[in-house]
């Protein structure tokens, strides 16, 4: 059998292009890393959302994602403010500045996936991150 015919194979490949089309639209041109605009976008799509539930969603251990949220803060791109109903914990909100690029940064990877992906029909497209998001799902 080709490895042409190897699902895992093929997601990698997929996973390369794909990887290569996000630093060349977002990584280098608003200096984020994958996991960084991930954290930002999250924070934007659940505002107040804990470290704690962010690194649970991204499957991260606490201090990594300390980590990150603290080299996100150091840009000034995300606050971390105490939670009002638990007194010791913290909920994560989005700085002006972080809220403008990553949205700036959103608009930019959608159109490079778009081109990217341009050779699909909109329905391909959908089938894929269908069946994509079915796998992912499958990973707990």
């Known amino acids: ?14 996973g390369i292009v794909t990887g290569a089309n996000f630093m ?13 605009f991930t954290i930002l976008q999250l924070i934007r799509e659940t505002p107040h959302i804990s470290p704690t539930t962010l690194a649970k969603t991204l499957a991260m251990t606490t201090p990594s994602m300390t980590a990150w949220l603290d080299k996100l803060s150091k840009r000034k791109l995300l606050m971390r403010e105490k939670s009002v109903s638990d007194g010791r914990g913290q909920k994560l ?13 959103l608009a930019d990877l959608l159109e490079s996936e778009a081109m990217l992906l341009a050779h699909l029909s909109l329905g391909e497209r959908e089938m894929l991150l269908e069946i994509l998001q ?6 707990t």
């Not at 909100?93 to 940064?105: Q, R």
């Open 1 to 14: 059998m080709s490895l042409n015919r190897i699902i895992g194979y093929q997601l990698v490949q997929a």
């Open 24 to 36: 060349h639209g977002v990584g280098k041109p608003y200096k984020l890393r994958p996991v960084e």
């Open 93 to 105: 909100a989005l700085t002006a500045s972080g809220s403008a690029l990553v949205e700036k940064a």
């Open 134 to 139: 079915k796998i992912t799902a499958e990973k």
